[in-house]
């Protein structure tokens, strides 16, 4: 039992709060997130050159081959400074899904995407199966020397600035990772409009040309696993930031006087910020923990559908409640409760409904009946 | 950063030896509480549910094993280990629902262990490890409540001992009690913080009259009356007037509330077996709410846990030991109104009613986890530290 990082560990987060404190502070989080491409590349480009684009994927494959943990760790402090940035599609998804299926001709991009220079963002959602890989029907049919793809995928993160997309796909024998060039012919981006900071697109595919990343029809299994460090990198990413709506709700009833007194020392705030306190330490928990099971090596089924369950339902209380706590002014776009906010009820659904998460820990608790 | 070897950090399962103890401690209350053992030896006048005479020999063979003060420090006698050892006691013993929970050395051992003299001690703890004694707290009184500043039992000296006048309420055990801790007013003109000391009284003494009063869940709590009762002059434990730095000292006793969590993963434990081996395990909402009662089990089990970190390491937890407890008390109600909604009108069933599911185990919990959210500090005052110790936000003018 020990509740510390190492220290490698600690001076990682360290160094990215540093950096995002110095480089992503909530003006800058508004304008990266209200402009193009809905992020900062400048800083994306500082997260290669340090190495961290490289975390994901494991050194055997050019990466740094990061812990889940320490996935984790950068997606705490993104969530944190609500700082928008493809760490999700662009370097949790794509580029860990590059590096486990792409082969030795792939080496070239792969090593492009972790230095910051190539920009891939990853389709999975579709808008029938809006988190299931296995639910995946985008069509990938074989046409002479390559495939084509046909179909629809939605909630594709910062898809519009990206030069290139890893898409799963489904052809006769299965679900497979197929390669697919920004301006290839065939292909539609159609950007949407959410309350979530990931510049979200829908990909319109009409027999867009595809490469077959991996064995055809053979995904599934390593595109779980790095879809799972991913999901528990964006619970850790929901519980920095229910932390830090606490934080800056606190600094407020510290501050704020009403009839006589700072609001903070009314028992009915201090009592809320109790349980606002165990909420987001609770999500905290529940990320390290699965994090810890997934690198260890240990069954982690349950751990992972546990830390998506507890994560989005803090990030979305600890949010709500900070807003109870804050008054009308918090609901000021200029106040940076709004981007913490949003970002939690934006993330919950990308780890599937509410039932959904439940029904995977009831899978994993084995309840069916007989 | 290139070829940086992974080497764990963050780990919340137990380290080998302590498994290895919770693996000794699992089998030893196994036996213990087998069917055979505990048969006719039941008594629902007691909190444990077990007759008194059951629940000593019981504590007396634990204490034989040197589980009670396992983590007693060894020149006490006790086994030396850290105090994480004593809270996976305290799991095994409630998932086991084994009377070994409010032990004179949980209650008492660290009051005993701070203040007590040397004669003091070598008169009390070696019965408390070996579990040939029981003892109460007896800190709150009818008009005190939550707010100890109101305590009104006073002390005087006289002759070489001490006369009591008071009463105190809401003792846990204190009918089957050898002796009580309690706190009186020695100083009437100091400030209450100022002018309060700790007494350890034999409740045998004249003067002395332990009332049982019901609970609402058929087990009693005792009121104690002092009416000029005369005790010794060694009943004082730790100095004079230091009675209130004393009271808050004990608590630096094992606080991970380790015990709820036994209860309360043995209850859900049940549920999802029943759920199983019923046609409720096929049912949706069913199912998603015991998936998110499992997912608040490992949150109680994450606030228990770093308690017991903190505390292996000699710092003193307060507002995460008020988390734990907090969070363990509440979700043991959770559960158990999940219990009475699974199993339907015979989940209302006490022990013994013919039908009862469970041998009445939800009808008791149901009523019974009350309990835990109001004492040792009620809930409202947890908070009210998580808030002050936690997020350092002021108190009340």
Same mark, same amino acid.
Request: proline share 4%; glycine share 12%; charged share 25%.
């Given at each position: 039992m020990n509740l510390e990082f190492t220290p490698s560990q600690s001076s990682l987060r360290d160094e990215v709060r540093a950096l995002l404190e110095q480089r992503c502070d909530s003006q800058a989080a508004r304008r990266a997130e209200a402009g193009e491409p809905g992020y900062d590349p400048e800083l994306w480009a500082e997260f290669g050159r340090r190495g961290w684009l490289g975390l994901p994927v494991p050194s055997a494959r050019g990466g740094a081959g990061g812990s889940c943990v320490e996935l984790a760790l950068v997606g705490e402090e993104l969530g944190r400074a609500a700082c928008p940035l493809p760490w999700q599609t662009g370097a949790l998804q794509a580029g860990a899904a590059l590096g486990a299926l792409g082969g030795a001709s792939e080496r070239t991009r792969l090593a492009a995407a972790l230095r910051g220079e190539l920009r891939l963002s990853f389709a999975l959602a579709e808008p029938d199966s809006p988190v299931d890989p296995a639910?995946?029907?985008?069509?990938?049919?074989?046409?002479?020397?390559?495939?084509?793809?046909?179909?629809?995928?939605?909630?594709?993160?910062?898809?519009?600035?990206?030069?290139?997309?890893?898409?799963?796909?489904?052809?006769?024998?299965?679900?497979?990772?197929?390669?697919?060039?920004?301006?290839?012919?065939?292909?539609?981006?159609?950007?949407?409009?959410?309350?979530?900071?990931?510049?979200?697109?829908?990909?319109?595919?009409?027999?867009?040309?595809?490469?077959?990343?991996?064995?055809?029809?053979?995904?599934?299994?390593?595109?779980?696993?790095?879809?799972?460090?991913?999901?528990?990198?964006?619970?850790?990413?929901?519980?920095?930031?229910?932390?830090?709506?606490?934080?800056?709700?606190?600094?407020?009833?510290?501050?704020?006087?009403?009839?006589?007194?700072?609001?903070?020392?009314?028992?009915?705030?201090?009592?809320?910020?109790?349980? =606002?306190? =165990?909420?987001?330490?609770?999500?905290?928990?529940?990320?390290?923990?699965?994090?810890?099971?997934?690198?260890?090596?240990?069954?982690?089924?349950?751990?992972?559908?546990?830390?998506?369950?507890?994560?989005?339902?803090?990030?979305?209380?600890?949010?709500?409640?900070?807003?109870? =706590?804050?008054?009308?002014?918090?609901?000021?776009?200029?106040?940076?409760?709004?981007?913490?906010?949003?970002?939690?009820?934006?993330?919950?659904?990308?780890?599937?409904?509410?039932?959904?998460?439940?029904?995977?820990?009831?899978?994993?608790?084995?309840?069916?009946?007989? | 950063m290139k070829g940086r070897r992974y080497t764990p950090g963050v780990d919340f399962e137990y380290p080998a030896e302590l498994a290895a103890f919770q693996a000794e401690v699992r089998a030893f209350f196994a036996e213990e509480m087998a069917p055979e053992r505990t048969r006719g030896q039941r008594d629902p006048r007691d909190l444990t549910g077990y007759s008194e005479a059951f629940e000593r020999a019981l504590q007396r063979r634990a204490g034989e094993r040197g589980y009670l003060g396992i983590s007693v420090p060894r020149e006490h006698g006790g086994g030396g280990r850290p105090l994480s050892y004593k809270a996976v006691f305290g799991f095994e013993a409630a998932y086991h629902d084994a009377p070994a929970i409010d032990t004179a050395l949980t209650l008492v051992g660290s009051q005993v262990l701070g203040y007590a003299d040397d004669r003091q001690r070598e008169r009390y703890l070696p019965r408390m490890l070996a579990g040939e004694v029981?003892?109460?707290?007896?800190?709150?009184?009818?008009?005190?409540?939550?707010?100890?500043?109101?305590?009104?039992?006073?002390?005087?000296?006289?002759?070489?001992?001490?006369?009591?006048?008071?009463?105190?309420?809401?003792?846990?055990?204190?009918?089957?009690?050898?002796?009580?801790?309690?706190?009186?007013?020695?100083?009437?003109?100091?400030?209450?913080?100022?002018?309060?000391?700790?007494?350890?009284?034999?409740?045998?003494?004249?003067?002395?009259?332990?009332?049982?009063?019901?609970?609402?869940?058929?087990?009693?709590?005792?009121?104690?009356?002092?009416?000029?009762?005369?005790?010794?002059?060694?009943?004082?434990?730790?100095?004079?007037?230091?009675?209130?730095?004393?009271?808050?000292?004990?608590?630096?006793?094992?606080?991970?509330?380790?015990?709820?969590?036994?209860?309360?993963?043995?209850?859900?434990?049940?549920?999802?077996?029943?759920?199983?081996?019923?046609?409720?395990?096929g049912r949706g909402e069913v199912r998603e709410r015991l998936a998110a009662l499992r997912c608040e089990l490992a949150t109680g089990l994450h606030f228990a846990k770093r308690v017991m970190w903190r505390q292996d390491r000699g710092e003193v937890p307060v507002h995460e030991a008020s988390m734990a407890k907090v969070y363990a008390t509440e979700l043991l109600q959770r559960i158990?109104?999940?219990?009475?909604?699974?199993?339907?009108?015979?989940?209302?069933?006490?022990?013994?009613?013919?039908?009862?599911?469970?041998?009445?185990?939800?009808?008791?919990?149901a009523i019974e986890r009350i309990h835990p959210t109001l004492s040792v500090g009620a809930n409202e005052l947890q908070r009210d530290a998580i808030a002050r110790a936690g997020l350092s936000l002021p108190g009340d003018p």
């Open positions: 639910g995946v029907r985008l069509e990938a049919a074989p046409s002479a020397d390559r495939w084509e793809l046909r179909g629809v995928k939605r909630f594709v993160g910062f898809a519009h600035s990206a030069e290139a997309f890893l898409a799963l796909a489904r052809s006769a024998a299965g679900v497979g990772l197929f390669w697919v060039e920004a301006g290839a012919p065939g292909l539609e981006r159609v950007r949407l409009d959410s309350i979530a900071a990931d510049a979200p697109c829908e990909l319109r595919f009409d027999g867009a040309p595809a490469e077959l990343l991996g064995a055809d029809g053979g995904a599934l299994p390593e595109i779980g696993t790095l879809l799972d460090r991913a999901a528990v990198a964006l619970c850790a990413e929901l519980a920095g930031g229910a932390r830090a709506a606490l934080d800056y709700a606190l600094d407020y009833v510290r501050r704020r006087q009403q009839f006589g007194r700072a609001i903070g020392s009314f028992q009915a705030i201090r009592h809320r910020a109790a349980d =606002m306190l =165990m909420q987001a330490d609770a999500a905290r928990c529940a990320a390290y923990e699965a994090a810890t099971r997934l690198d260890a090596g240990l069954p982690a089924e349950l751990h992972v559908a546990m830390a998506q369950v507890t994560c989005t339902h803090a990030a979305q209380r600890v949010t709500a409640a900070a807003h109870q =706590m804050m008054g009308g002014v918090g609901f000021y776009a200029d106040r940076d409760l709004q981007l913490w906010y949003r970002r939690a009820r934006a993330a919950a659904p990308l780890l599937g409904a509410e039932g959904q998460r439940l029904e995977r820990v009831a899978k994993a608790l084995e309840l069916e009946a007989g | 029981l003892m109460s707290v007896a800190y709150t009184e009818p008009e005190a409540g939550s707010d100890l500043t109101r305590i009104q039992t006073s002390a005087r000296r006289e002759g070489g001992g001490f006369v009591i006048d008071g009463v105190k309420a809401l003792v846990t055990g204190a009918h089957k009690s050898e002796y009580a801790c309690l706190v009186a007013r020695t100083d009437p003109d100091a400030p209450p913080r100022r002018g309060m000391s700790m007494f350890l009284v034999d409740l045998r003494g004249s003067g002395i009259r332990v009332e049982r009063r019901e609970t609402m869940n058929r087990w009693t709590l005792g009121e104690i009356h002092f009416e000029s009762a005369r005790v010794p002059g060694d009943a004082l434990l730790g100095e004079w007037n230091r009675g209130w730095p004393q009271m808050a000292g004990s608590l630096l006793a094992e606080r991970s509330g380790m015990a709820h969590m036994g209860w309360a993963t043995r209850n859900l434990e049940i549920l999802c077996a029943h759920a199983r081996g019923t046609e409720l395990g158990a109104r999940l219990g009475l909604e699974l199993l339907g009108p015979e989940g209302t069933l006490y022990r013994g009613s013919p039908s009862a599911p469970y041998d009445g185990l939800f009808a008791w919990e």
